[in-house]
T-cell receptor, first 116, second 115 residues
Framework: AQTVTQSQPEMSVQEAETVTLSCTYDTSESDYYLFWYKQPPSRQMILVIRQEAYKQQNATENRFSVNFQKAAKSFSLKISDSQLGDAAMYFC?????????????FGTGTRLQVTL | DAGVIQSPRHEVTEMGQEVTLRCKPISGHNSLFWYRQTMMRGLELLIY????????DSGMPEDRFSAKMPNASFSTLKIQPSEPRDSAVYFCASRAWTSSHNEQFFGPGTRLTVL
């Protein structure tokens, strides 16, 4: 079974600064996908960024980027130029996809605070 | 597209009552997922369907929980009888097999409180 670990229950960053959220996972699979989801106080789960395990290049989406280290089974999220709207819970998730079977396994989340 | 629709958004009920949560997936999506989120256990997959057929219900906590998907545009999660420990936020999500990104789209969730 896959496990996802987020070792930082809470993080804080000043507006305009950069913060990195950590995520490690455990799997014996070679093909999989990794995601970061954002959950603001509204509870809506919003996909921030995704990474395919077969891709060596780290994914980027505007101010969001990942550091994917497959051998180390590490998948950290970097938020640059932090904004107040980035304050939320962030969940790392693992997907072992065999086509039609797709079970997401989530980490326990990191609460990000953004201060002025 | 309206996205995944869940109803009700909030439900307060008394222990022992039957609770039915509803979900309308995004049109054209083939897979539907039910998740539960609690402080203690985080986000857990309860069950998922492919083309209206239940594929994996290993996450359903006990026989008091049941889920159905009578057609491609509707699913229910029922708890009977409900207990205070069932209090949680329940999310429905859907996914299109044609998507190369494997993204699951989440609904806004139903916050269930069992007194």
């Amino acid at each position: 079974a896959q496990t996802v670990t987020q070792s930082q229950p809470e993080m804080s960053v000043q507006e305009a600064e950069t913060v990195t959220l950590s995520c490690t996972y455990d799997t014996s699979e070679s093909d999989y996908y990794l995601f970061w989801y954002k959950q603001p106080p509204s509870r809506q789960m919003i996909l921030v960024i995704r990474q395919e395990a077969y891709k060596q290049q780290n994914a980027t989406e505007n101010r969001f980027s990942v550091n994917f280290q497959k051998a180390a089974k590490s998948f950290s999220l970097k938020i640059s130029d932090s904004q107040l709207g980035d304050a939320a819970m962030y969940f790392c998730a693992f997907l072992r996809d065999t086509g039609t079977a797709s079970k997401l396994t989530f980490g326990t989340g990191t609460r990000l605070q953004v201060t002025l | 597209d309206a996205g995944v629709i869940q109803s009700p958004r909030h439900e307060v009920t008394e222990m022992g009552q039957e609770v039915t949560l509803r979900c309308k997936p995004i049109s054209g999506h083939n897979s539907l997922f039910w998740y539960r989120q609690t402080m203690m256990r985080g986000l857990e997959l309860l069950i998922y369907f492919n083309n209206n057929v239940p594929i994996d219900d290993s996450g359903m906590p006990e026989d008091r929980f049941s889920a159905k998907m009578p057609n491609a545009s509707f699913s229910t999660l029922k708890i009977q009888p409900s207990e205070p420990r069932d209090s949680a936020v329940y999310f429905c999500a859907s996914r299109a097999w044609t998507s190369s990104h494997n993204e699951q789209f989440f609904g806004p969730g139903t916050r269930l409180t069992v007194l």
